[in-house]
């Protein structure tokens, strides 16, 4: 094993860069960072597990959506139920791609289905429904457990930003309430530390019991330019480092660091067909900027040894 853990890296300039980074900002000099100020945030689907062919939630999500349709058929003609009672998964998956190229007009359908689907249920339901969900569900390509879809590379490197005093976190466009069960165990990142899309809450009472109910009116998707907002407005502090694979990870990329200060910005780019999926659509304007501003590019196919434990 190696001294820093990263043992899923191979050697070259990426490994270089990021174990250079920690170095600096943890020893003496113009660059260290106090404890308490290293903050990193990442992003989860494409940068921690794996999202394609469609995302772990949408599986999930299509479950619930055939269970209502079934109960109600009125619903079998509308999206997005008539796309999970065809198995239309490239439906969802272009809703997600027009979002990113700015046209919403899918993710609103997506969005209202995403809303209703787990209406007036108790925070604790909800969450022993995602735990029930992946205690069996599996990959559909890759022929495995979606717990074992998450990235070796990426799970070491948060071990060892761990072990440099840094505090990590996940700010993802994914459902803060499908992430939380599974975080601590899947990437040793608690609850609390876990930011996501959301939607809204409702406080009821009961012989004295108060209760907490997912409500029908969508509270935020955190993706985009509402990623740095809803990480100042979480954690207080602005990440000094940043990784993420997509266009909507580009505002949480840029708003790491400060000027002239040390900052890390990472990019995942999935170029390896092999082991995992190749793919760009979603990522264009990233890569532009990752290019131009000088952000460390992670190829999968190059710089990982193994991709998955």
Partial sequence: MSLTGLDSWRDGPT??????????????????????????????????????????????????????????????????????????????????????????????????????????????????????????????????SYLDCAYAPMVELLRYLESNGFCNYIASGGGRDFMRPITAALYRIPPDRVIGSSVGLDYVESEGQGHLRIGTALEVIDDGPEKPVRIWDRIGRRPILAAGNSNGDVPMLCYAGISGGPALRILVNHDDPEREFAYAAGAETARQYADRFGWTQVSMRDDWETVFS
């Fill in 15 to 144: 490994t270089s860069a990021i174990v250079g980074f920690v170095e600096r900002i943890t020893t003496e000099g113009p660059d260290f960072v106090e404890p308490d100020a290293r903050i990193a945030v990442f992003d989860n689907d494409g940068t921690l597990w794996c999202e394609k062919p469609a995302y772990v939630q949408m599986d999930f999500l299509v479950r619930r959506f055939l269970e209502q349709a079934a109960a109600d058929p009125s619903l079998r003609d509308k999206q997005p139920y008539r796309a999970a009672l065809e198995g239309d998964f490239g439906w969802f998956g272009s809703a997600v791609t027009k979002h990113y190229h700015g046209d919403d007009s899918q993710l609103k359908e997506l969005a209202a289905g995403v809303v209703s689907a787990h209406a007036d249920m108790s925070v604790e339901e909800h969450a022993a429904r995602v735990t029930t969900f992946f205690a069996d569900a599996r990959h559909p390509t890759l022929g495995r």
